[in-house]
């Protein structure tokens, strides 16, 4: 903005950003609820839209607090947020100390100091909390004037501000997806990630990530190794056209962009289809495991012929490994001249014990087939992450859902062709070594012979590529 109007400095005493900052929050989520809640008052409007094209600062929320209209309710509100008045007015840290690895910075010397570092966090925060606002602002004063606003032949709703809406036909059931004074909720998964509930449905608001997010590597964010929104958009469209088809129970899915908005100042956001009940590896496979031992006759052609296959594989050096727990020596007198695995360390297989393996093929396997429709689309994701899993109740499939494409990058035909065959040597490899080449069964060395043996019968079932090299 042009002008900002200075709020009287707070004595030294109260600038304690640890002390401040939770009264401040609390003060800020008032501030911001009036504002929603007055957001038909054309004061309340002119106030707000300039920051439709303001750059995201430190000082934002400052500035903001600094140009409140002088509303019975706001005046009220503002005038009992003494704690957020000192708290946005403690001077910005320097850009200059502040280094890429946020995250990181106040662990190391000569940087930030770990109060300066949740400061800054929180007030970003704010700061994109005001340009949520922003948008809000300037949709109700459209609405106001009576203007229809429709998209152009790209799909795309332009605003005075510069301000453009994509995708809007995309939420056609959902009108006001990307209105942010239509949303009933929106709570914060991580830092640039957000479930936001509209017209009593949730969805995924995914900010563009930037230097002053926090869920960093270390060694810190990259602007050139991050895509824009609009990106992740054209690539979440790319990984769910068409739809995977699902094969030995398991179903690649990735989560499923609807549109996003994008600010002539840089900000910008996305918008996604909600997935409901995803867990993590380890709930997934536990999941799986009780859903499959539950169905002992769905599984008994498989169970029969997995306890047959797997004798062949109680010689290779990722079912000795079980035994040659105590060194080569110990080996060598467990498996004789002829390095074979004894008769009598060929148990047979319980059920319960092919529950556990079949699900631990299914979690391998759908990381491969995940990569296989990667490599198709030409698409390769440089983080390796973002990957959730589902598993309906009762029923022995897995769905293994994609996410994040903010590090998705475009591979020529030739990387698509050198990528397929170090897919298939690193599911070949699992025969000779427990890790190879990535080829990381997660079976712990607790694991015996015979569910070592087992698993690698049913990968070679489910995937030619799994055939063993002996």
């Given at each position: 903005?042009?002008?900002?109007?200075?709020?009287?400095?707070?004595?030294?005493?109260?600038?304690?950003?640890?002390?401040?900052?939770?009264?401040?929050v609390?003060?800020?989520?008032?501030?911001?609820?009036?504002?929603?809640?007055?957001?038909?008052?054309?004061?309340?409007?002119?106030?707000?839209?300039?920051?439709?094209?303001?750059?995201?600062?430190?000082?934002?929320?400052?500035?903001?607090?600094?140009?409140?209209?002088?509303?019975?309710?706001?005046?009220?509100?503002?005038?009992?947020?003494?704690?957020?008045?000192?708290?946005?007015?403690?001077?910005?840290?320097?850009?200059?100390r502040?280094?890429?690895?946020?995250q990181?910075?106040?662990?190391?010397?000569?940087?930030?100091?770990?109060?300066?570092?949740?400061?800054?966090e929180?007030?970003?925060?704010?700061?994109?909390?005001?340009?949520?606002?922003a948008?809000?602002?300037?949709?109700?004063?459209?609405?106001?004037?009576?203007?229809?606003?429709?998209?152009?032949?790209?799909?795309?709703?332009?605003?005075?501000?510069?301000?453009?809406?994509?995708?809007?036909?995309?939420?056609?059931?959902?009108?006001?997806?990307?209105?942010?004074?239509?949303?009933?909720?929106?709570?914060?998964?991580?830092?640039?990630?957000?479930?936001?509930?509209?017209?009593?449905?949730?969805?995924i608001?995914?900010?563009?990530?930037?230097?002053?997010?926090?869920?960093?590597?270390?060694?810190?964010?990259?602007?050139?190794?991050?895509?824009?929104?609009?990106?992740?958009?054209?690539?979440?469209?790319?990984?769910n056209?068409?739809?995977?088809?699902?094969?030995?129970?398991?179903?690649?899915?990735?989560?499923?962009?609807?549109?996003?908005?994008?600010?002539?100042?840089?900000?910008?956001?996305?918008?996604?289809?909600?997935?409901?009940?995803?867990?993590?590896?380890?709930?997934?496979?536990?999941?799986?495991?009780?859903?499959?031992?539950?169905?002992?006759?769905?599984?008994?052609?498989?169970?029969?012929?997995?306890?047959?296959?797997?004798?062949?594989?109680?010689?290779?050096?990722?079912?000795?490994?079980?035994?040659?727990?105590?060194?080569?020596?110990?080996?060598?007198?467990?498996?004789?001249?002829?390095?074979r695995?004894?008769?009598?360390?060929?148990?047979?297989?319980?059920?319960?014990?092919?529950?556990?393996?079949k699900?631990?093929?299914?979690?391998?396997?759908?990381?491969?087939?995940?990569?296989?429709?990667?490599?198709?689309?030409?698409?390769?994701?440089?983080?390796?992450?973002?990957?959730?899993?589902?598993?309906?109740?009762?029923?022995?499939?897995?769905e293994?859902?994609?996410?994040?494409?903010?590090?998705?990058?475009?591979?020529?035909?030739?990387?698509?062709?050198?990528?397929?065959?170090?897919?298939?040597e690193?599911?070949?490899?699992?025969?000779?070594?427990?890790?190879?080449?990535?080829?990381?069964?997660?079976?712990?060395?607790?694991?015996?012979?015979?569910?070592?043996?087992?698993?690698?019968?049913?990968?070679?079932?489910?995937?030619?590529?799994?055939?063993?090299?002996?």
């Amino acid at each position: 903005m042009s002008e900002t109007a200075l709020l009287p400095a707070p004595p030294e005493a109260l600038l304690d950003p640890v002390a401040l900052q939770p009264a401040a929050v609390e003060e800020w989520q008032r501030i911001t609820g009036g504002l929603l809640r007055e957001m038909d008052n054309p004061d309340v409007q002119a106030a707000l839209t300039p920051y439709c094209t303001t750059p995201i600062s430190e000082d934002l929320p400052r500035d903001a607090l600094a140009h409140l209209p002088e509303t019975p309710l706001l005046r009220r509100l503002h005038e009992s947020s003494t704690a957020l008045d000192a708290y946005t007015n403690i001077p910005p840290v320097d850009e200059s100390r502040i280094p890429r690895d946020i995250q990181y910075a106040w662990k190391k010397a000569g940087t930030i100091t770990e109060d300066e570092f949740s400061m800054i966090e929180q007030r970003y925060i704010m700061a994109r909390d005001i340009k949520l606002l922003a948008l809000g602002a300037e949709l109700q004063q459209v609405a106001t004037t009576g203007e229809q606003l429709q998209p152009d032949e790209t799909d795309t709703i332009h605003l005075p501000s510069g301000i453009e809406l994509h995708g809007v036909s995309a939420a056609e059931n959902s009108p006001n997806l990307f209105d942010p004074n239509k949303w009933q909720g929106r709570e914060q998964l991580k830092d640039r990630v957000h479930i936001v509930t509209v017209d009593g449905q949730k969805y995924i608001m995914k900010e563009q990530k930037t230097e002053r997010h926090t869920d960093t590597t270390e060694g810190g964010h990259q602007e050139s190794h991050r895509i824009p929104p609009a990106r992740e958009f054209e690539i979440g469209q790319k990984l769910n056209t068409p739809e995977a088809p699902p094969k030995g129970g398991i179903q690649v899915k990735w989560e499923r962009p609807l549109g996003y908005v994008e600010y002539p100042d840089g900000f910008a956001f996305g918008m996604y289809e909600f997935e409901e009940g995803l867990v993590a590896e380890v709930e997934a496979e536990s999941a799986l495991f009780n859903n499959i031992f539950d169905q002992p006759e769905a599984f008994k052609d498989e169970f029969e012929a997995c306890s047959a296959d797997m004798q062949r594989f109680f010689d290779t050096p990722f079912v000795r490994e079980a035994y040659d727990v105590r060194g080569p020596r110990f080996g060598a007198a467990i498996f004789g001249r002829a390095n074979r695995t004894p008769k009598a360390l060929r148990q047979p297989l319980d059920f319960r014990d092919f529950a556990a393996v079949k699900a631990r093929q299914m979690m391998i396997s759908s990381a491969y087939d995940q990569a296989d429709v990667q490599i198709e689309r030409n698409l390769h994701d440089a983080d390796n992450d973002g990957t959730l899993y589902r598993v309906q109740p009762g029923k022995a499939e897995l769905e293994i859902i994609g996410l994040d494409f903010e590090r998705y990058v475009e591979t020529s035909a030739d990387e698509v062709v050198d990528r397929k065959a170090q897919q298939a040597e690193s599911m070949a490899a699992i025969h000779e070594e427990r890790k190879s080449n990535g080829a990381d069964t997660g079976i712990a060395q607790s694991w015996r012979g015979r569910e070592r043996a087992a698993l690698l019968s049913l990968l070679e079932q489910s995937d030619p590529r799994w055939t063993s090299r002996q």
